[in-house]
């Protein structure tokens, strides 16, 4: 079974910066592309970020390209997620996701989902 701890949020100013971490439990990380998405409240969940497996390809929602930036150590099993240039809207629930295949697509299904962290940015 695949678990995903998310660490990192907490509050910031506005044009401020927090770096969310995701540590995937398991020897199969460096095989799944991974994702954060992010729920505020009375909204639904949404895509933000996404990477393969090996590291090579990223992907963005708009909200935040050129602002927020997805690495990931597969020797670490971990993830990152940079937020730099927070705005107040980036205020929501974060969560990491994993991806049972290498590649990424937009659209596509996680199949695994970490239990969230907070981000809150205030004005």
């Known amino acids: 079974q695949v678990q995903l701890v998310e660490s990192g949020g907490g509050l910031a100013q506005a044009g401020g910066s927090l770096r969310l971490s995701c540590e995937v439990s398991g020897r199969t990380f460096s095989r799944y592309a991974m994702g954060w998405f992010r729920q505020a409240p009375g909204k639904e969940r949404e895509f933000v970020a996404a990477?393969?497996?090996?590291?090579?390809?990223?992907y963005y929602a708009d909200s935040v390209k050129d602002r927020f930036t997805i690495s990931r150590d597969n020797a670490k099993n971990t993830m990152w997620l940079q937020m730099n240039s927070l705005k107040p809207e980036d205020t929501a629930v974060y969560y990491c996701a994993a991806r049972r295949f290498p590649g990424f697509t937009f659209g596509d299904q996680f199949d695994f989902w970490g239990q969230g962290t907070q981000v809150t940015v205030s004005s």
């Open positions: 990477i393969s497996a090996g590291g090579y390809n990223t």
